[in-house]
Structures are given as C-alpha cells and as structure tokens.
C-alpha cells in the first residue's frame, strides 16, 4: 500500500493551549484556566481559585483567537492538508449545565472552520481536550458523577449541529487513557482529564475507575449522536500510547510489560469491540472496586463503534520489573530505555516505537489510524543569522515519518494522517512552559509571559512544506 494521494499532513492544536481570550466573548473558567506554569523539575500548581499576582499560561496562550487567521496563513503555504483543533467546552457552556449555549463561541468556532474550508484544510475537530467547565467539577464532581455525560453529550449535539456539512472527522476524547496513571504520580494527569487532583481523591481507584467508565461510555454515546446527526461524520477517538518494552526474555519481565502496556487499551477495546472488556470488570471486582452499569450501557456500547482510532506517540518506556534500578522512571510510569536517548524533558526518542504501535494497535482493531500528534519539545534559540535553524526537530520528525512509511507501505497499516503536535509554538500541557517548543513557528512568547507574539518560520517549517509538498518521498 502506497501513502494514500490525499493523505492528511498537518498540525494539531488544543484551544487551552493557544487560544488565550481565556474570559473573552462569554467564555467561562475552563479547567486549565486555573493552573500555573511549572517546569520539569517543577509541577505547575493547581489553584482553587485565582490568586493574585500569578500568570496562568492559558490566559493570553499565543492569542490564536485572535490571530488565527494569519496562522492558517502559514498553514496553508506549508501545503497543510488538515488541522485538529480541540473546542473549548467553557467556550460554548460558560458553565457545563447552562439551559442554552454561548452563541459568540460557537460563532467563533464556525468561522475558524470556514476558514480552514478557504484554505482546502481539513477541519478534524476533538470535542475534549482538557477543557471542562470547572463548575461541573465543583458542583457535580466531574465525570465521577453520570450526570456529566449528559452535560458532555448535549455539548456534543450542539457542535455536531453547528458544524454540520462543514466538519467530518471527529474526535470525542484526547487521551482518556491518562485518567489513570496507575502509580502514585503528579496531580497533573488526573486533573488535565478530569479537573481532579489525584492526591485529594479519597478513594483514588474507585474513582478513577468509574470517571474512566463514565468517559468511555459518554465516548460510545458521542458516536451515535454524531452518526445520527450527520451519517457523513466519522467519529474516532484519540488516545496517548506508549509501546512498554519488556526489560529481557525472563517471561516473567515480558507478561508485565504485556500488563502494563494493556492497561492503556480497556477503553480502546470497549469502544471499538462494542461491549465492555469482561477482563476489566473481573480485574476491578477482584479490586473491590464497584462500577456502575446501566442496563442501557450495552446498547450504547454497540451502537457506538469508533469509526477511526486516533494515536498521540511521543514515547516509549521499559516494564517496571524486580530489582529494577530506582529513580529512571519513564513519562508515564515504567522505566527509561538505555538504548534510546531522551528529550530536555526526559520523554525517550523511539521512531520505531511509532511503526510497532501502529502494527500493534492495526491488527488488534482493523480500523483505520491516524496519527494526530506526535513531534519533539526543545528549547529553541535564534542563530546570528536571526533563524532557528531546528536540525534536531528535523531529525526526530524525519526518523518518525520514515517509520511511518514502512508502517503503512511494507506493514500494510491503513493509516491515513499524520499531524505533528503544536505546529506553531504553544503552551506545553504538563509544564506550562512556552519553553517546551513543538513548533514549525516560533512565537515569541516567553514563560515569563512577555513577548510580541509575533510569528516566525523555523527551518523545520520549509522542511516539512517539502515532505508535503512529495508526499514524503522527499524527506
Ligand atoms: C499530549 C496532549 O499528550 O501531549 C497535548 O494531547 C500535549 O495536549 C502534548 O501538549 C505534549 O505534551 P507537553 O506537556 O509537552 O505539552
């Protein structure tokens, strides 16, 4: 199989991270709005409230709403063939139950749309991406609470039907999978996923087990809605994966990283197999855990069947094992692999991680895959020359992208898009930073929120237009 002629190349972006306007046009407090900047080594604190005196990174971001239209600009001359954006929920239900939507922020959706048609690109919506009106964490305590399917769904309904004709592919989660980290980790997993600190939860995997239900079956529900409201929609849903090696061949070593790996597919299975893994519901019982199942959850499971998985891959990791060293534990959980180097933010570089994955998650579902984020967060700096000349950035796309291609031409992986992470420069999600660059454009925008947030091509950017451009013969 050949790359497809109309294969998908371009960007995704996700409205906490770029949009700013954070109180604009009757947009409520999103659940991002209230987190601080961090760093690496740092954890970005999670406020209640706003405390004086604190920059929070959501609230200018890179000013993409006001400025997207010359970002598309740039899009389009790099030969962009689609974007995902993400809707800020806050945006369009200031507060999750409100009785009637916020009309300026569906408008401001539906011409961002129209805009992106003016250019030929392709509009790939995610319905959520970490951002919840933080009054449905307060008052109904967030997906723990069944009730916020509905709130999520009626959100849904109301962008199935405002962008209707105008958008195909959908989106109805990014990374569901992360709501349950499993080990004792940063608060800032749990909370991008569900606006909950993991170190308040009283009973941390009771609650975590049923928010990753509720999602999933709100997921499911989204599908169907979309399908009804438009048969022409392809609704698929994204998830964050990491292929876990196991440390040797002791079969001991390699059945816990088959485990471990696993864990990140329940939701996955549910939604693309049309019922509930009855592993996951004996592996809970086995934990005392309960979850609450409707009789209705079986139909909504069936009916809902993904149309296309979506997979964010940034990295890989090793199982934990016994008598493993301390202290080189991996992004989420598992430990770092001595044959690969990492990003400045310890995130491994494994493009053949990328090729594994897809073969892996392919013949496990059939379905069609398309990679909606995948790049590298470096710190980039201007050369005499008044250039970034971003050769690493380069080098990590291109080893991921002739992966790819073996993937989809030898492996014969039905894959039909690649879209790299934060195509313009944005704000990172785990630390807050504008450092953590991802970007084809710089912004000048620093992490001490100064800056004229004026745009500017990297060499990756005239790099990439080509791979387009040749459909990646030219790498
Ligand atoms: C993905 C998220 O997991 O990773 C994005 O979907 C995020 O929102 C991306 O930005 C990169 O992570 P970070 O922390 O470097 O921004």
Redesign the pocket.
């Known amino acids: 199989m050949k790359l497809k002629e109309n294969f998908l190349w371009g960007g995704s972006i ?1 409205a906490h ?1 770029c949009e700013g306007a954070w109180n604009e046009d009757g947009k409520g407090i999103g659940i991002m709005d209230l987190v601080t900047k961090g760093s690496y080594e740092t954890p970005r604190r999670i406020d209640k409230t706003f405390q004086q005196e604190t920059t929070y990174p959501s609230h200018e971001a890179i000013d993409f709403y006001h400025k997207y239209k010359e970002d598309i600009v740039l899009f389009a001359d790099m030969g962009f063939k689609a974007l995902r954006i993400s809707i800020d929920w806050s945006r369009i239900y200031p507060n999750g139950d409100d009785s009637e939507p916020n009309k300026l922020g569906i408008l401001f959706y539906q011409e961002l749309v129209d805009e992106l048609i003016k250019y030929g690109i392709e509009p790939i919506v995610t319905l959520y ?2 951002e919840m009106p933080i009054h449905l964490v307060k008052k109904y305590g967030s997906w723990a609470n069944r009730q916020t399917i509905d709130f999520y769904l009626t959100f849904c309904r109301t962008m199935f039907e405002a962008l209707k004709g105008k958008v195909k592919y959908w989106v109805t989660f ?2 569901m999978n992360h709501i349950d980290p499993q080990t004792e980790t940063s608060d800032i997993f749990t909370y991008i996923i569900a606006g909950l600190k993991f170190s308040e939860l009283e009973d941390r995997r009771q609650t975590l087990a049923t928010i990753g239900y509720n999602m999933t079956v709100a997921s499911c529900k989204a599908v169907t809605l979309g399908h009804e409201i438009d048969s022409n929609n392809q609704v698929g849903c994204v998830f ?1 994966i990491e292929p876990v090696y196991p440390v040797d061949c002791n079969p001991v070593n390699v059945m816990n990283a088959f485990k471990q790996m696993d864990r990140d597919f329940y939701q996955i299975d549910a939604m693309c197999n049309g019922k509930f893994p009855e592993y996951k519901v004996a592996e809970y019982k086995d934990q005392g855990i309960k979850i609450e199942i409707m009789p209705e959850d079986k139909g909504s499971f069936a009916d809902g069947r993904l149309d296309f998985i979506g997979m ?1 891959y ?1 990295a890989s990791s090793v199982a934990e094992y016994e008598g493993a060293e301390e202290g080189r534990s991996a992004l989420f959980g598992g430990l770092q692999n001595p044959f690969l180097e990492t990003s400045k ?1 310890g995130w491994t570089i494994d493009p053949t991680g990328l090729r594994y994955l897809l073969n892996y998650t392919y013949r496990k579902y059939g379905l069609p895959i398309i990679i909606t ?1 995948n790049g590298l ?1 470096a710190v980039d700096e201007f050369s005499e020359d008044g250039k970034i000349h971003d050769d690493y950035r380069i080098d990590y796309l291109q080893k991921h992208i002739e992966q790819l291609k073996i993937a989809i031409e030898v492996d014969q992986v039905d894959c039909f898009g690649y879209l790299t ?2 195509p313009i420069d944005l ?5 807050g930073e504008m450092k ?1 660059r ?1 970007g084809f454009i710089y912004v000048d925008k620093q992490d001490d929120g100064t800056g004229t947030l004026e745009r500017t091509p990297k060499d990756s950017y005239h790099w990439f237009k080509k791979v387009i451009q040749s459909n990646a013969e030219n790498l």
């Open positions: 996700a991270q991406h970490f990014n990374e964050g964010n940034y933010w984020e967060g992470w934060g704000v990172s999600a785990t630390t953590k991802y």
